[in-house]
């Protein structure tokens, strides 16, 4: 069986008494009203890391990931975090080609490449974001943009590195405006996606990969999406700031 999750993206967001308040009453309600057996994973800002690495030891009801990484191992990169930095912290996983660090960072699929190995060579697991504009979606190129997103900056992993890794189907279009995708939407493209996996990397694989959907989750339609074969989970911004509301999300399974 492969692994349900549920990852908060918190993006640019919280100071750090919010934060830290925020990943508190996260925590509690976790060991008090979690009910299904999904894996929770928390991406707080780099800055705040330490503060969630060690109430998640502690407590041990979520684990921590990094919201991006430098594509260089160490060096002359003012302001820039490493995959080895992470890991020196017990962080395990990384978010990876987030659609906000494509367009305002212009994250090529090269440069994803490059972030995937470096997250992969330091142990940590990369949350693979892949996902398509409005108007491609629109011109009918929504497969063909994914397919080229998966191509470009994960297929070229072998079996043992593709098992580590997740994979997060989050439509651009879908992202922070209430545009959620339809369950239809997302189970045809999940099923796309695991069904390229399988030609690249054969049945076991195809099978054990984790495929998150994000893009305007809530706790009011993540049990429609969660209940299609291949949604395993979501990767959730916005609905992952209030605690009450994301513990929903985690239990809609
Ligand atoms: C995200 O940023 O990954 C995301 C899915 O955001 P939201 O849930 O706010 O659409």
Known sequence: MRKKIVTANWKMNKSFTEADDLINEISELLAEKKESEALVIIAP???????AGDIASTEGEFEVSGQNIYQAESGAFTGEVSAMMLKS???????????????????????????????????????????????????????????????????????????????????????????????????????FIRENIEKKLGKEVAGKTTILYGGSCNSKNASSLFSNPDVDGGLIGGASLVAEEFIKIVNSF
């Open 89 to 191: 912290m017990n962080v395990d996983y990384c978010i990876i080609g987030h659609s906000e660090r494509r367009k305002y960072f212009n994250e090529s699929n090269d440069i994803l490449k490059q972030k995937v190995d470096i997250a992969i060579n330091n142990s940590i697991i990369p949350i693979y974001c892949c996902g398509e504009i409005l108007p491609e979606r629109e011109a009918g190129k929504h497969f063909e943009v994914i397919q080229k997103q998966l191509e470009e900056a994960v297929f070229h992993l072998d079996h043992d590195a593709f098992s580590n890794i997740i994979i997060a189907y989050e439509p651009v279009w879908a992202i922070g405006t209430g545009a959620t995708a339809t369950p239809e939407q997302a189970q045809e493209m999940h099923a």
């Open 45 to 51: 800002p780099a800055v705040y890391l330490e503060l």
